[in-house]
């Protein structure tokens, strides 16, 4: 079967996947030959028979030849000569019939192997041609189908049902339902309301829709992973160089081992029986097949990667380099608290803030008005609205003159803003001040949250063998150590310019093989300068994409571990394959020398050999271990549902928080209204949502962690939160008896309100890192 050199893998995936002309009328003619030969045998015409076996031959030696010198030409070992000293050894010793044997192997074995490779590249030929062509355009009350080349940033397009969003842009209009597949590997539709952005390649499972473009073709999301594709392709994997390595000693030793055969055996018919079972297709076939059924693999999980070098790089690395920002965090700041003055409710003050952002820019502004109508508030229309760059806006909002974003020095503040002010301080937030007139009575604080599932991706890396993880950033010392101790990181290098971020790279790199994970332009020099490139391809920019070696199509950085154990498990199987395949044919080589195998026979089995080898490179195509176990669509859905509910629940947080605070500050009926109402929003929407967890989700999840005590911590906390919410209540109706809180329960009641708000957010982030990350 065999003497396949790899650099039939031409330089790009669609011609990778392509099986040239002429293995398949290569195998016709070398079947034809076999069977009328022996056909004119069992005739008794012995002649004849040998004379259509020598021609059999003969049509494969020229092929044969070829492929040697193309080996030669590429700057390789031409192992291919052995296939070639194999067939001419045959007509020598008027073998004909194992000289026919071993042309239908060789033909065989290449037009095996190109249906494995089509086999293996089947998700990467479809992402190839999954690739939009044509768009709609729509100018004024016109559209017009114009090639999607033409399309500039802009334009308004019509995406109808069915049809592949040609380029990057946003929803106009109403809500368009997408199919995300081809870019995430997962099957869930997804619903992008107006002004939400829609990412070329993805396609429209809901009714047409109109999507202003914001790019051209050539500059939008999947152009730029189509690029990537079609420079995949294993040729250049060092896997499949150690493969040749392997090929330059067992050349001279097939070699070395047929001359002896003849010398010792006196026999050339021993030598090409070696030659026969010599030939070194484990070499040639267990490689390529193992690297492009691995790319393969990776593709259908949402990773692209650029080649198998890349591929076999990666299940090699030791040591990773994060950016923080859209790569540990989610990228998007989310509202963490709201501080009122006494006198002032949170509530207020994230309606006065969010209606007098309505009209800003400003991501944050973006952020506080979202949290506000998640929240169920009703914002009112500013007027009067100004916004000056870097300090915020200015407005008039229910006949009040207020202002939304920085203040001054914070000397002279009241006591409950020094306190915001340090509290955003230790948790490395942003805040936003609500003035009225001048005067301050209200903060939000805003911070960029952990991904959900950067704490499992890291645990599965550390236990893949990866020995040092490291954050560069070019955030703040303070906030990113502070990412860094949640996640157990080995190291922090925060403040760096991309300069820095490429020197940390460069150092890193003399110690071992390095990943550089990042998604900001400002990210692309370092991705460009590791070992290894990942662009977290969902969000970010085109010149990560461009630079990197692997993009992440799906906004999940848990894709980057399924990579790695996909790269590892490819190696592993590849090297296998390789190795396994050659102790066969070394074993079978010893049987030849010593007479035991005649050609004919000899050349059936390594037809034999070369089909095991196979089949077993092929296993890289299923799945292997994942960082995530694998959930039925019900459980997500519950997951999904939950995780929504969590985002919702936040308020419950905050006010339980702020009843705290006002007992802390002045203890009067303002503070007993605020501990009322937290005790209200407990009652009403947090306990049932702790109660639905206990009863629907975690015995949904049980039977997928290992059963029912890998839920056992989180139920603890469920009776936790239950109890001290009765103490509360407790409280409550000893201070209605008593017409007011009295001294006594003061400090009883502060430290169940802080308490519960700890006890909440540790719950919460153990639920959402341990549960929620588990669904896509």
């Not at 597949?181 to 070329?200: I, W, Y």
């Not at 008896?737 to 003061?746: D, K, P």
């Amino acid at each position: 079967m065999g003497h396949r050199t790899f650099t039939t893998l031409p330089r790009g995936v669609s011609a990778a996947i392509v099986s040239p002309r002429l293995e398949p009328v290569l195998l016709i003619v070398t079947a034809v030959a076999l069977t009328a030969g022996g056909s004119a045998w069992l005739l008794g015409a012995g002649r004849l028979a040998d004379l259509i076996w020598a021609l059999g031959t003969l049509s494969a030696v020229v092929p044969a030849v070829g492929w040697v010198i193309a080996a030669l030409r590429s700057g390789r070992a031409g192992v291919d000569l052995i296939a070639v000293l194999a067939l001419a050894g045959t007509l020598t010793v008027h073998e004909y019939l194992a000289g026919a044997l071993i042309a239908l192997m060789l033909a065989t074995g290449r037009t095996l192997e190109a249906a494995a490779r089509r086999r293996a590249s089947h998700d990467l030929r479809a992402l190839l041609e999954h690739a939009p062509r044509s768009a709609r355009r729509r100018t004024g009350a016109v559209v017009v189908t114009v090639p999607s080349a033409e399309v500039t940033a802009g334009d308004l397009l019509v995406v109808g049902p069915g049809e592949v969003v040609p380029v990057d842009g946003r929803v106009e209009g109403g809500t368009a339902v997408l199919d995300e597949s081809v870019l995430t590997g997962e099957s869930l539709q997804v619903e992008r309301p107006h002004g939400e952005p829609v990412r070329s390649g993805v396609i429209n499972a809901g009714g047409a829709f109109e999507l202003r473009a914001t790019a051209g073709e050539q500059d939008s999301t999947y152009a730029g992973i189509v690029r990537l594709a079609q420079r995949a392709g294993a040729e250049s994997a060092p896997v499949v160089r150690l493969a040749d390595r392997y090929a330059a000693w067992f050349l001279p030793l097939s070699l070395t081992m047929a001359g002896l055969a003849w010398l010792v055996g006196g026999s050339a018919v021993r030598a090409v029986a070696v030659l026969v079972v010599a030939t070194p297709c484990p070499l040639l076939l267990a490689t390529p097949v193992a690297v492009v059924s691995g790319l393969s693999r990776a593709s259908r999980l949402g990773v692209v990667i650029r080649d198998g070098g890349a591929l076999e790089n990666l299940g090699r690395a030791r040591t990773l380099l994060m950016d923080k920002t859209g790569t540990l965090t989610g990228g998007r700041p989310r509202v963490l608290d709201v501080i009122a003055a006494p006198d002032v409710t949170p509530e207020e003050v994230l309606r006065l803030a969010a209606s007098l952002d309505q009209f800003s820019p400003h991501i944050l502004a973006k952020t506080i008005v979202d949290t506000a109508r998640d929240r169920g508030l009703c914002l009112s229309v500013p007027s009067d609205v100004t916004e000056q760059a870097g300090r915020g806006a200015t407005g008039t909002v229910d006949g009040h003159r207020l202002s939304i974003g920085r203040i001054g020095s914070p000397q002279g503040l009241p006591g409950w803003a020094r306190a915001a002010d340090n509290r955003a301080l230790l948790d490395g937030a942003a805040v936003a001040w609500l003035t009225t007139d001048g005067n301050p009575v209200g903060a939000v604080l805003l911070r960029d949250p952990l991904r959900h599932d950067a704490p499992r991706t890291l645990r599965y890396l550390r236990a893949a063998g990866f020995e040092r993880l490291l954050m560069i950033t070019g955030d703040r010392a303070a906030p990113a150590r502070e990412v860094a101790a949640v996640l157990g990181l080995d190291g922090v290098h925060a403040e760096l310019s991309p300069a820095g971020k490429v020197a940390a790279v460069r150092a890193e790199r003399e110690r071992a093989v390095t990943v550089a994970v990042g998604d900001g332009v400002n990210d692309a020099p370092a991705l460009a300068a590791a070992d290894i490139g990942v662009a977290m391809g969902a969000r970010g920019s085109t010149a990560t994409s461009e630079v990197a070696d692997i993009i992440l199509t799906t906004d999940r950085v848990d894709r980057l571990a399924d990579a790695v154990a996909i790269a590892q498990r490819t190696r592993r199987i590849a090297v296998q394959s390789a190795l396994g395949g050659m102790l066969m044919s070394l074993a079978a080589m010893t049987v030849a020398a010593a007479g035991l195998l005649p050609p004919a026979a000899g050349a059936l089995l390594q037809e034999g050999i070369d089909v095991c080898v196979i089949l077993n490179a092929l296993r890289a195509l299923r799945s292997g271990p994942s960082a995530r176990p694998p959930l039925t669509p019900a459980v997500a859905s519950l997951i999904h549902r939950f995780a929504v509910e969590h985002d919702a629940l936040q308020e419950v947080l905050a006010s339980v928080r702020d009843a705290a605070d006002r007992l802390s500050g002045t203890p009067g009926p303002r503070a007993l209204d605020a501990v009322e109402q937290a005790y209200r929003l407990l009652t009403e929407r947090l306990l049932p949502h702790e109660q639905a967890e206990e009863h629907e989700l975690y015995p949904a999840l049980a039977p997928v962690l290992g059963g029912p005590e890998a839920t056992a911590t989180m139920s603890r906390a469920h009776t936790e939160i239950e109890r001290l919410s009765r103490r509360i209540a407790n409280h409550l109706r000893m201070a209605h008896a008593e017409g007011g809180l009295s001294a006594g329960q003061l400090e009883d009641l502060r430290s169940c309100l802080y308490g519960l708000n700890a006890v909440l957010r540790l719950h919460f982030a153990q639920e959402e890192e341990s549960y929620f990350s588990l669904a896509p």
